[in-house]
């Protein structure tokens, strides 16, 4: 099953902010919409009205057993009627990261950025689902997914934040964050 | 860059062995060829004259450092001239394996299977290069592809058959094994 994000004139997501962060930016659209399919053509084909990004949820890649156990029985799922603001963080590594090893890119992950163990503490507040695109051959390698309240929008800044200054983000070269909020159903 | 293997009715590579080693196996064809493409549409749509399996080459997900090392300074590359043999093994893990973390898979993979440190002495004469196709939704998780010389014929099946012995093997669910000879090009 593969998840398309796609940046256009409508959807159920409206853009609250659009900002190139590293890189080269997507052109910013006005809405943005989640949707689901069993089938894609790729690469996806430029498109007038504005883009699309595809991937697919996998399997954990970094986790240990304890932190995976912990993680589950802390996440929160996608969907909350309650979680009205949501990002896009699409995000390409450098090829310096992809010929590191799986070890050497856990201990980047982990052990220096604290990459889990930080992220523990805005859960559940932030609700997140990683989608990868590197075997899709797509611009980007992750599609990172938040949904909050808007009660929790300064803890995900920080959340950010503090991913943005870990070593492990340093191989972060390319980088876009968008910000959305639920479409009113009356503004529909 | 995704690579394509079509079992079919003419193809550069002639099937001298068909065979379902586990869970459903697919259509057995008298020809293989393989091509590349920046370009698919997904899922693979079935095809009356034979089918498809599409893949892409990836990083390495558990080799060390060391163990990573060694393995690029005795590998050999596809399409030696002397490589008149080749076999094509999709493999389809089972959900327990992918329900363990990357230590646990790591651990099954190299300390208790020694699939890399067995694989060694198989090396230069087996060129090998694994596909992932997990993410790419398609029936099977790696399309393995192994190319060699017809005097390492032996050699190869002691090395699939040292696979197939291993713990890692158990997580497999489903197996095809095909082997191929090049077309002579007199014959073409």
Redesign the interface.
Known sequence: ??TIFRGSQSGAWRVKRFAGVKGESLAPTPSLSVTHS??????ILPSQSGWRLIG?P????????A??EQLVAVQAGLGRAEAKLAALIPIKKSAAW??L????R?KIFEDKSHHIASSMRFLPAIARQLY?C????GAFDFLTWFEYRLAHESLFEELVGMLRETEEWQYVEREVDIRVERERLDAI
């Open positions: 099953m593969f069993d089938s894609i053509a790729l690469p697919v996998s399997h954990v890649r970094y986790v240990e057993r932190e995976k992809w010929e090893t799986q070890e050497e856990r990868h590197r075997d899709l051959g």
